[in-house]
């Protein structure tokens, strides 16, 4: 898929989305260019200024799953929330590969990245924040 429709279709899929943790944070869409799946971390990394020891990959299965499961069915508004996250990670693994999850744990604010790459090399890292005291 084209860039542009990508990031379209992208853009689509993401509004609305919120993630939840002890606040509601959207998601955003960045594009990183070419840039190898290697060195994700380190980008991300010097985006904030930390160590990469500060770092924690979390597994796709277990960060999509504890969206998507953990919704109260009886709150309409998160069960929504969450179709569209599972929605979401099928338009991700349809069209990215080397899908990552990245936490940057500095702090009770963490900045949570959810990244992947285009056929041509091209990085697109969905951004969002979790609050955890």
């Keep these: 898929m084209e860039n542009i429709a990508l990031l379209k279709q992208l853009t689509d899929k993401t509004a609305g989305i919120l993630y939840f943790s002890e606040s509601e944070y959207p998601l955003t869409i960045e594009q990183w260019g070419v840039l190898?799946?290697?060195e994700?971390?380190?980008?991300i990394a010097a985006l904030h200024h930390v160590s990469p020891d500060a770092l924690k990959s979390v597994e796709e299965e277990a960060f999509f799953s504890h969206i998507t499961t953990a919704a109260d069915p009886n709150d309409a508004p998160i069960v929504a929330n969450a179709q569209k996250f599972k929605a979401l990670r099928q338009?991700?693994?349809?069209n990215l590969t080397n899908i990552?999850?990245?936490r940057v744990e500095a702090g009770a604010s963490i900045p949570v990245y959810i990244t992947g790459h285009q056929?041509?090399?091209t990085c697109i890292a969905l951004t969002t924040t979790a609050i955890e005291s």
């Design 40 to 43: 994700v971390h380190g980008k």
């Design 119 to 121: 056929a041509d090399g």
């Design 100 to 102: 990552q999850i990245t």
């Design 36 to 38: 190898p799946p290697a």
């Design 91 to 94: 338009f991700l693994r349809e």
